[in-house]
């Protein structure tokens, strides 16, 4: 998606009416009034748009009120949108308008001008958004799209939801569950946990040869919530190569990575799916799980036919 793709500064959101005690949306004005609009809400709409059209300042005009939450900087929304070029009336960008819709949070990702138009507005609500060239698309990614400085954007948005986000707990600094017993068949890796902060590992690796199925032990049990497929994890993490028996790469030491389950090696976010924050895995991954479908990783020194050995701390999701 264009809009959503290109980086802008937030607006920022201050009091009003058609939305919250706290939020005034941006006025409505000649321009954004102009543009008409029919069709069913949440569905692709008819856009009537009496070109050459543009604005030096952003405008907003509600097309359809809705009553649902009103959405406010820095909250998680889903819409449908389409947009154009304000002075030729051409469409450069548009959702797709089926069940699952696009997603996002309202905040400095999004153009400025998409941002001042869905701000303040109550989820239900399909509104049209006339942006001014200064709130719109970066002047790198203009001639690609059609566009000149001197263009102004038209947006017509479907809100469907607004919600607050949840306030993600803070990482823990290391696993902190009870120990456990590795279960019977794994691998005799030993795991020694240094006495500092992040309880940086050391790990033992008992040679021979490797498995060629994922092996998985939960050495230590945390109580926290559980990691669902997908969910984006804070973690410490140690890769140790089984044929060198030397580590490849580390966040201990550096700072905490986080990342979603499923842009990993599909044995690495095997590994945290199913377990708990506060807890600590061992993984032996084999190829065909790890590096090898990409016929391994030079830069890490990791060849095809590698099996990888991890210790992860999973200490929260992000």
Do not use: H
Request: glycine share 12%; aromatic share 6%; proline share 6%.
């Amino acid at each position: 998606m264009v809009v959503l793709g290109i980086v802008g500064s937030l607006a920022a959101c201050s009091s009003g009416p058609d939305a919250a005690a706290d939020c005034t949306p941006i006025k409505s004005g000649k321009a954004s009034s102009s543009v008409k609009v029919t069709g069913d809400f949440g569905k692709k709409p008819t856009v009537k748009i009496d070109d050459p059209l543009t604005t030096t300042t952003t405008q907003r005009t509600v097309v359809s009120k809705g009553d649902g939450t009103v959405a406010l900087a820095g909250y998680d929304i889903t819409a449908e949108f389409s947009v154009f070029n304000g002075t030729t009336g051409e469409s450069i960008d548009a959702t797709e308008y089926k069940k699952t819709p696009i997603a996002w949070t309202l905040d400095e990702k999004l153009i400025p001008g998409f941002t001042k138009t869905l701000e303040c507005s109550a989820a239900g609500s399909r509104i049209v958004g006339v942006i001014a060239p200064e709130d719109g698309i970066a002047a790198a990614n203009q001639a690609s799209l059609g566009l000149t400085a001197k263009d102004s954007l038209v947006i017509v948005a479907d809100l469907l939801t607004a919600k607050k986000p949840t306030k993600a707990d803070a990482p823990l600094p290391k696993a902190d569950g009870k120990q456990q017993s590795a279960p019977a068949g794994f691998p005799d890796i030993k795991v020694s946990i240094a006495d500092d902060e992040t309880g940086t590992p050391t790990l033992t690796l008992p040679g021979g040869t490797a498995p060629t199925d994922l092996q998985l032990a939960t050495t230590i049990k945390g109580d926290g919530k559980k990691v669902a497929d997908g969910d984006s994890v804070t973690v410490n993490y140690q890769g140790i190569n089984w044929r060198t028996g030397e580590i490849f790469d580390q966040s201990w030491g550096k700072a905490p990575a986080t990342f979603a389950t499923d842009q990993v090696v599909a044995g690495f976010g095997q590994a945290l799916v199913g377990q708990t924050v506060g807890s600590q895995v061992v993984v032996v991954i084999p190829p065909d799980l790890g590096y090898g479908p990409q016929g391994g990783n030079s830069q890490a020194g990791i060849e095809a036919d590698d099996t990888l050995v991890f210790v992860v701390d999973i200490l929260a999701i992000a």
